[in-house]
């Protein structure tokens, strides 16, 4: 029987490891961290759960499938329950919008928000759907390893003007700046900015629409807990709580996998779900191959970081969604202090995650959990020292919420804590502390993102954000599908 090795168990290393242990290949997962999930991580305080993310899980059908490939189903291990609205979106001038997949509660929406707007909606709702099928059923789970590959899938990116940036193409057909706000605002979810993110990225309005927006009952990680009980069930090797120290090479060949502990073992094949940089800078470090790779990752645009404030509250709030945008002042300009200027503005947007109130196991009975999540530059834009700022901005965000949603927001904290960008890279090994990989603009998309294959060693491969098609949980399920069907075929 092959041998397979999968360093990092986030959800495109899982869902990788299921695909080829599913497959008859036996695979080995080894996750640094004391449990399984990557970057939706999660912690246990005073009795409150609080998720490190990702909360939206979109395109089911992606994870049943995983499921299903050993005649499996996924309500065995995870209850995924429905979030409705999807977002509720709120903006200093005092309007709201509630984002949905309900079609008649959302033109009502569009019609009091941006009466003039129904007409370019619907044409906006036409693109988004063609460049779904285009971009994301058909190209969504290919590799793109060289650029003749590239060259084939130019002609339907071209008719969907991928060049043009998400916030350009929704201005094209919508007038109104809120409901363009709302139709481009997705982008920051996979670390990409309105403002410059591919069109192409419009097709997340078709896949939320689609498949709808849910939640994984007892936290996201429980989504990972749950993919990584399919994977040993299926009769895959799990080793948690030891990081891999070095992937040894001998000419164009990975042979051997070593971790801090001193356990070492040989495969026929190793993937890396770990961020690109860490991969090709520590873990090949010694090799030609990595150092060749680092030096060129160098130049390459990272997605910013975030910071992210996670509180417990007495009390609960059924009037507050599960997902809040409470957009600031500035949209434009904020974006362009965050992914341009890499400085901290005065002023910023709050992404308010609140699970108890579909959820409410989240949190004690009476009390809630919530999170509010910034958006900030990766330490490489922005060298500050962050455990100086760090309280002072969690102490700014509280307030703002509390100026927005809960005026004795101070009074009812039970527990708090703050997730910076230090963090990002200290837990999860990601350069600069960015929270999504490299930036998913045109010039980093397909064949100019990460290999599923490297070039030069070729039983090395690539899964995750950092390869097409990149962050959020269908990209990199997608990512790892693209991955398996090359080991497979290599390995067989």
Known sequence: MKKACV??????????????????IATTLIEARDKVGGRAYSWQREGFTFDAGPTVVTDPECLRELWKLSGHDIADDVTLMPVMPFYRLNWTDGVTFDYSNDEGSLRREIARVAPGDLAGYEEFERYAAGVWQEGYVKL???????????????????????????????????????????????????????????AIYALIHKLEKDGGVWWTKGGTNKLAQGMANLFERLGGTLRVGDKVRQVHTIGDQVTEVECESGWRERFDAVASNGDLMHTYASLLGDTVRGKEMARSLTKKSFSPSLFVVHFGLEGTWPGIPHHTILFGPRYKGLLDDIFE????????????????????SMAPPGKSTFYALVPVAHMGKLPIDWAEVGPVLEQRVIREVGRRLIPDIEDRIVTRFHY??????????????NAFSLSPILTQSAFFRGHNRDDKLKNLYLVGAGTHPGAG??????????????????LR
Do not use: C
Request: aromatic share 10%; proline share 6%; charged share 15%.
């Open 420 to 433: 910076a960008p230090p963090d990002f890279e200290a837990d999860l090994g990601a350069w600069k502390g």
């Open 341 to 360: 200027h890499g400085v901290l503005p005065r002023d910023f947007s709050i992404y308010l995650h609140h699970p108890t109130v579909t959820d409410p």
């Open 473 to 490: 949980i269908p990209g990199v399920v997608g990512s790892a599908k693209a991955t398996a069907k090359l080991m497979l075929e290599d």
């Open 7 to 24: 360093i990092g168990a986030g959800f495109g290393g899982l869902a990788l490891a299921i695909r080829l242990q599913s497959s008859g």
């Open 140 to 198: 969504g789970h290919e590799a793109f390893l060289d650029f003749s590959s590239m060259i084939k899938a130019a002609p339907a990116m071209m008719r969907y003007q991928a060049w043009r940036s998400v916030y350009s193409m929704v201005s094209h057909y919508v007038k109104d700046e809120h409901l363009r706000q709302a139709l481009s605002f997705h982008t920051l979810l996979v670390g990409g900015n309105p403002m410059s993110t591919s």
